[in-house]
């Protein structure tokens, strides 16, 4: 992994440790005050603790965890950070999702876009190199 690859995953990591120590301490102290939104910062937490492990782990069967994890990443700040303004009563703290990550500088709605950008990426690399290899080998013909 390099290049843009490596800080994606970087910046995966960082945000999967600071919404899980985030969402462990408010579970732990102030549950009862919104417990709704210290629920999905967990599970926030968890997707971005289950994506960083899927994009530095190797091998075929981590790429679709990889594709799920962001894609539902990607739903959820838009749904919650959607229904957040749109009920806000529901939400009396913040979550990681909660007003499309404005608490993380809105890091939570781009990341997801760019690590799913750059799975795309990858595939269509690895297609072109699989065809390049096709026909130098012959196989393509």
Same mark, same amino acid.
């Given at each position: 992994? %390099?290049?843009?690859? @490596?800080?994606?995953?970087? #910046? +995966?990591?960082?945000?999967?440790?600071?919404? =899980?120590? @985030?969402?462990?301490?408010?579970?732990? !102290?102030?549950?009862?005050?919104?417990?709704?939104? +210290?629920?999905?910062?967990?599970?926030? $937490?968890? #997707? +971005?603790?289950?994506?960083?492990?899927?994009?530095?782990?190797?091998?075929?069967?981590? @790429?679709?965890?990889?594709?799920?994890?962001?894609?539902?990443? =990607? =739903?959820? #700040?838009?749904?919650?950070? !959607?229904?957040?303004?749109?009920?806000? *009563?529901?939400?009396?703290?913040?979550?990681?999702?909660?007003?499309?990550?404005?608490? +993380?500088?809105?890091?939570?709605?781009?990341?997801?876009?760019?690590?799913?950008?750059?799975?795309?990426?990858? %595939?269509?690399? @690895? $297609? !072109? $190199?699989? *065809? %390049? %290899?096709? #026909?130098? !080998?012959?196989?393509? *013909?």
């Amino acid at each position: 992994m %390099r290049g843009i690859g @490596r800080i994606l995953v970087v #910046v +995966y990591g960082i945000l999967a440790l600071a919404a =899980l120590g @985030r969402s462990i301490f408010q579970i732990a !102290t102030k549950f009862e005050s919104a417990p709704l939104a +210290y629920s999905l910062s967990a599970v926030a $937490a968890g #997707v +971005y603790v289950l994506a960083t492990i899927a994009l530095v782990a190797r091998g075929r069967a981590w @790429r679709p965890v990889a594709w799920a994890t962001i894609g539902f990443e =990607l =739903l959820g #700040v838009l749904a919650i950070g !959607t229904f957040s303004l749109i009920r806000p *009563e529901l939400f009396p703290e913040p979550t990681v999702w909660s007003g499309f990550g404005i608490g +993380y500088l809105l890091i939570p709605l781009v990341l997801p876009v760019l690590g799913l950008l750059w799975l795309a990426r990858g %595939r269509n690399a @690895r $297609a !072109t $190199a699989d *065809e %390049r %290899r096709a #026909v130098a !080998t012959g196989a393509g *013909e």
